[in-house]
């Protein structure tokens, strides 16, 4: 089992920066690949950004790339998801995912059924 809790969400400019914050509890964070997901208002929950159990493998979703990073400490059982250059389209409550499983060392799902645990999301409202 692994309870997940997101934290750093807010009301930003466009242009600013916002680091999420995904903290894990339960014996399998460091083997799990970690995933976050948003879903605006009225549109389905859609990948964001994901990384392998060891965090030296990353995967993003196209309008994420050079602008969002995503990173993890296992030994503090937290994942980030680093946030520059913000634009009103990257409005959307965002969640953390984990897998439960570590999967291949290159494992990093884009999709939301390879995903176990979920947390409660946390709220990005950029303005323009």
């Known amino acids: 089992q692994v309870q997940l809790v997101e934290s750093g969400g807010g009301l930003v400019q466009a242009g600013d920066s916002l680091r999420l914050s995904c903290a894990a509890s339960?014996?399998?964070?460091?083997?799990?690949?970690m995933g976050w997901f948003r879903q605006a208002p009225g549109k389905e929950r859609e990948f964001v950004a994901a990384i392998n159990w060891s965090g030296g493998v990353t995967n993003y979703v196209d309008s994420a790339k050079g602008r969002f990073t995503v990173s993890r400490d296992n030994a503090k059982n937290t994942v980030y998801l680093q946030m520059n250059s913000l634009k009103p389209e990257d409005t959307a409550v965002y969640y953390c995912?984990?897998?439960?499983?570590?999967?291949?060392?290159?494992?990093?799902?884009?999709?939301?059924?390879?995903?176990?645990?979920w947390g409660q999301g946390t709220q990005v409202t950029v303005s323009s």
């Open positions: 339960g014996r399998t964070f460091s083997e799990s690949a």
């Open positions: 995912a984990a897998s439960g499983s570590s999967g291949s060392f290159y494992y990093t799902p884009s999709w939301a059924s390879e995903y176990n645990y």
